[in-house]
């Protein structure tokens, strides 16, 4: 969870939408328990005083002999019926009364048939139990009203006049009003009102309502997220060389002005590296004429050596002349990226070199599909395996992939480089062997070239000694999200079948003849 809300945006949003609905809700139930309480409390008197009217009236409208079972018969768990003779003055006599009476038990089923009994159930003796609690309880509490009030004409359903009394401050009521004969019917009520904001309907409609914000909150995040995807897509396949085309510029302020900017940086790259090639181009270009003319004149030299020297020098000026613009016709030629089969391709380039007398091995590996710029990426390992030929004898190439990326290995049996040239035989023209000889030492541009193209591509290559000799490292990133990359590309497979790099080698492989 704490890393999905470090890295999704979508996850955050909705996060903090779902903390937003949590903190209104509870301030809108915390605003509404009061008023609901006030109208539970209002609901249960109406009930009350509605009931205790209806039992007045059928005390008055039955024979004075059925009084008793009538009021027995009337009662519920939390109210209780009773006659007086005269009115009940003493208000906390009344009231002590009232308690002890709601605190009694209702008669069982068992007694039903015996005369002057009524009807008990066992909710009703819970409920009963309940108030007795509650009963106890109220002893200690304050009072709202210490004594009898006159009910208003407007609050009371008969026409007669009736006395209120507040038992205790659980929504405890009593009430008695005169009946025709004289005598005063005396009403308890005591009811536990629960006011709880949390229900089974108010969870659930809680519940849906979180659910289709969090739905609304993804779509719109994912929406508002869709250009910085394509910006950062963009921005990874103009880092690996590739042709990327302008962004939209449309949208809101915030993401047109980050597209404007990406479009200027992705033109202005572009006329960079243009103005560097076209550079080199007419510095090679323009090299070509001096070269010559001083081989013409060269030919004039009478000292044989000195002319064979000279001769030399120039031919090797001319060489680095042409290595010069077939490097910035390559950066010129704008090739196409697509999707290939990497282990196949370098498998390939290892069976060419085999066949015209290189000592060259590859490891099998696991198909491995990857997106790139496939003949820039070949010349870059055909100079790493040719550079582990010329001064290792022999090359041993190995592809794997992990989740990091995938690496090209080259390992030879050669005497290594020392450390501190590492970095700076990458430097165009640099070569550690000291004869010039461009048959054993190279213009110097190889590691260059293929440092160059791969770090087009998003990767590098890095230089290690072994106990057997250099090893040289092809690390490329993962196609980045939405670039085409096959899924079925075997990666998983290469990560657990590969042998390890110090595993070891496999027999080359034939030499042509």
């Known amino acids: 969870m704490i890393r999905l809300w470090s890295r999704s945006l979508t996850a955050r949003f909705v996060a903090i939408m779902l903390l937003a609905l949590a903190f209104s809700q509870g301030v809108s139930f915390l605003l509404s328990m009061d008023e609901r309480g006030q109208a539970l409390g209002k609901a249960a008197k109406a009930e009350f005083l509605s009931r205790s009217a209806s039992v007045a009236q059928l005390l008055e409208s039955t024979p004075p002999e059925l009084r008793a079972d009538i009021l027995r018969a009337s009662g519920t768990g939390y109210s209780r019926f009773w006659v007086t003779p005269g009115f009940p003055a003493d208000a906390a006599a009344w009231r002590e009364d009232a308690r002890h009476r709601l605190a009694e038990s209702l008669p069982t089923v068992a007694t039903l048939a015996t005369p002057g009994h009524a009807w008990a159930t066992g909710d009703d003796e819970m409920s009963v139990a309940g108030m007795s609690t509650q009963a106890g309880a109220a002893e ?99 880092g690996r060389g590739e042709g990327v085309e302008p962004l939209p510029e449309n949208g809101p302020d915030d993401i047109r002005q980050a597209a404007i900017a990406f479009n200027l940086m992705r033109a202005r790259l572009q006329r960079f590296v243009e ?15 001096p070269i010559t ?25 001319r060489a680095m002349t042409e290595a010069t613009l077939a490097f910035s016709r390559e950066e010129a030629a704008e090739e196409p990226t697509r999707n290939v089969d990497l282990t196949a391709l370098v498998e390939s380039l290892c069976d060419d070199l085999i066949e015209i007398g290189h000592q060259v091995s590859f490891v099998e590996a696991p198909r491995i599909g990857y997106r790139c710029r496939a ?36 390992e030879d049996d050669g005497p290594g480089i020392p450390t501190e040239t590492m970095e700076q035989v990458f430097a165009p023209f640099f070569r550690l062997e000291n004869s010039r000889n461009r048959e054993t030492g190279g213009i110097g541009l190889g590691l260059s070239i293929a440092r160059n193209i791969v770090r087009h591509h998003g990767g590098d290559v890095t230089l290690s000694n072994t106990d057997s000799g250099l090893r040289a490292v092809i690390a490329l990133p993962h196609a980045a999200p939405g670039d085409g990359r096959d899924a079925d590309s075997g990666e998983g497979k290469a990560r657990s079948r590969l042998p390890a790099w110090h595993a070891p080698s496999p027999r080359p492989k034939p030499a042509a003849v």
Not at 276 to 289: N, V
Not at 299 to 312: G, I, K, N, P, Y
Not at 378 to 406: C, D, F, M, P, W
């Open 275 to 289: 103005d560097r090639t076209r550079m080199l181009a007419a510095i090679g270009h323009d090299l070509r004429t």
């Open 375 to 410: 003949d820039a990426l070949r010349r870059a390992v055909r100079n790493l395996v040719e550079n582990a030929v010329r001064y290792g004898e022999r090359a041993r190439v190995a592809v794997r992939s992990h989740s990091g990326g995938i690496e090209i290995a080259i």
């Open 293 to 317: 003319s001083l081989r013409l004149r060269t030919e004039f030299v009478s000292d044989d050596e000195t002319r064979e020297r000279m001769l030399a020098t120039l031919d090797e000026l």
């Open 140 to 238: 200690t509490q304050p009072l709202d009203r210490p004594s009898w009030v006159d009910m208003p004409a407007y609050a009371w359903p008969l026409s007669r006049p009736a006395k209120f009394l507040i038992l205790d401050d659980a929504n405890g009521m009593g009430l008695t009003v005169r009946l025709q004969d004289g005598s005063w019917l005396c009403s308890a009520f005591g009811k536990k009102i629960v006011n709880s904001i949390w229900s089974s309907q108010s969870l659930l409609s809680l519940g849906v309502t979180a659910l289709v914000l969090s739905i609304s909150a993804a779509f719109i995040a994912r929406w508002m997220t869709r250009p910085m995807r394509r910006l950062a897509v963009a921005a990874e396949a103009l």
